[in-house]
């Protein structure tokens, strides 16, 4: 349990900061699954777009290691190239 003020500021903020996080890590894995279960290259095309800008952001905003989203961008790519 937190002894000083700040402590406990710093508690409130990382229980909101870790919901935020939270919610835009799901984000990540949901749009990377849907080109993963896409069957048709237009559409798994369309949402790799969405999914590489959204890697992006959370790379830029610290939320996920910018090597983690070159590598997924990197295998969703190859994966949407070899689809028929």
Known sequence: MAQHKSAEKRAR?????????GHSRS???TAVKQIRTSTDKAKAAEDLKKA??????????????????ANLKSRLTKLVNNLK
């Open 13 to 21: 903020v990382e229980a909101r900061r870790a919901t935020r996080n």
């Open 27 to 29: 984000r990540m894995r």
């Open 52 to 69: 590489t800008k959204l890697l992006d952001k959370l790379a830029a905003k610290g939320i996920i290691h910018k090597n983690k989203a």
